[in-house]
């Protein structure tokens, strides 16, 4: 079964950059797209097809992919970050289509 | 915009059924398929699966085939999720989706609905 790799956490100091990896297999023909929850809060889009934002994303927050890494990259983090990320890309191959990684909990010091 | 609201929590005992809902607002709601996802208590998401209102067709996760019944009644823009029997493990929030099917991503949430399973 197709799987994502995550690391289970990341910590930021205030004001610095995040980066969050995503790490998946075939990821060239794949769009990689990623959550954040917030505590006790419902999962949020925050970009979609590898790199786009939805409205309501701040610019500090942006994604990319290069080989079979996808990367969240927090800019300029603020204590609002605070949250788990994960990724998620669709995969033909499972019954379920809808892969999704096991979660990195971002912390700004 | 497609609004999703779910049910309320619920507190149930081992061994018991369940049917929880998750209601779209929107007119375009039967042409999108609807996701499922757990999340047990400290733990990430897990996407159970996923059902197409128009027709009920249903794929599971091979990790929930048989455990859970995703389903759906376009009439009134629902879909379902149901337990035959509950276990303590089923204890988690559970999250309804909608699929864009232009990206295959999750673009609305519904607010969860906490279950809640005692023995």
């Known amino acids: 079964s197709y799987v994502l790799t995550q690391p289970p956490s990341v910590s930021v100091a205030p004001g610095k950059t995040a980066i969050i990896t995503c790490g998946g297999t075939n990821f060239g023909s794949k769009r990689v797209h990623w959550y954040q929850q917030k505590p006790g809060q419902a999962p949020v889009l925050v970009v979609y097809d590898d790199s786009d934002r939805p409205s309501g994303t701040p610019e500090r927050i942006s994604g990319s992919k290069s080989g079979n890494t996808a990367t969240l990259t927090v800019s300029r983090a603020e204590a609002e970050d605070e949250a788990d990320y994960y990724c998620q890309v669709w995969d033909g191959g499972s019954n379920h289509h809808v892969i999704l990684g096991g979660g990195t909990k971002l912390t700004v010091l | 915009e497609e609004q999703l609201v779910q049910s309320g929590p619920e507190v149930k005992k081992v061994g018991e059924s369940l049917k929880i809902s998750c209601q779209g607002s929107?007119?375009?709601?039967?042409?999108?398929?609807i996701g499922w996802v757990r999340q047990m208590p400290g733990k990430g998401l897990e996407l159970m699966g996923i059902v197409y209102p128009g027709d009920s067709e249903a794929r599971y996760n091979p990790s929930f085939q048989g455990q859970v019944t995703m389903s759906a009644d376009e009439s009134t823009r629902t879909s379902y999720l149901q337990w035959s029997s509950l276990e303590a493990s089923d204890t988690a929030i559970y999250y309804c989706?909608?699929?864009?099917?232009?990206?295959?991503?999750?673009?609305?949430w519904g607010q969860g609905t906490l279950v809640t399973v005692s023995s």
């Open positions: 929107a007119d375009t709601f039967t042409y999108y398929w």
């Open positions: 989706a909608r699929l864009y099917d232009y990206g295959y991503y999750f673009d609305f």
